[in-house]
Nanobody, 123 residues
Framework: RLEESGGGSVQAGGSLRLTCEVS????????MAWFRQSPGKEREGVAT????????YADSVKGRFTVSRDDSNPYTLVLQLDSLKPEDTAMYYC??????????????????WGQGTQVTVSS
């Protein structure tokens, strides 16, 4: 089970911190990721973190967002969102797949999803 928290509304330039608790993967190698989806747009990958702690980011968020993970029980995936822009407004989803290394963040490659948490950035 994946459960996100931490979304909300903020003005441009502000910050938010999203957290995802991932249960059911204790002791297993798992790739975790954040995706987002705006109305009328496809869901897109934002950041990934593999079992070795290596991270990858979409070009649109590099230098502004930071992903981290804690492999305690349960796994926790955190996305720190800084210097937020109105175009960052979206529903943010946590996702996971049982792989040690992360594939490119495409929706079909991830098998477990959270319900999402809304991030709204006003100008």
């Amino acid at each position: 089970r994946l459960e996100e928290s931490g979304g909300g509304s903020v003005q441009a330039g502000g910050s938010l911190r999203l957290t995802c608790e991932v249960s059911g993967y204790t002791g297993l190698s798992v790739c975790m990721a954040w995706f987002r989806q705006s109305p009328g747009k496809e869901r897109e990958g934002v950041a990934t973190a593999d079992s070795y702690g290596r991270t990858n980011y979409a070009d649109s968020v590099k230098g502004r967002f930071t992903v981290s993970r804690d492999d305690s029980n349960p796994y926790t995936l955190v996305l720190q969102l800084d210097s937020l822009k109105p175009e960052d407004t979206a529903m943010y989803y946590c996702a996971a797949v049982m792989r040690r290394l992360c594939p490119p963040p495409r929706v079909p490659d991830f098998t477990r999803w959270g319900q999402g948490t809304q991030v709204t950035v006003s100008s």
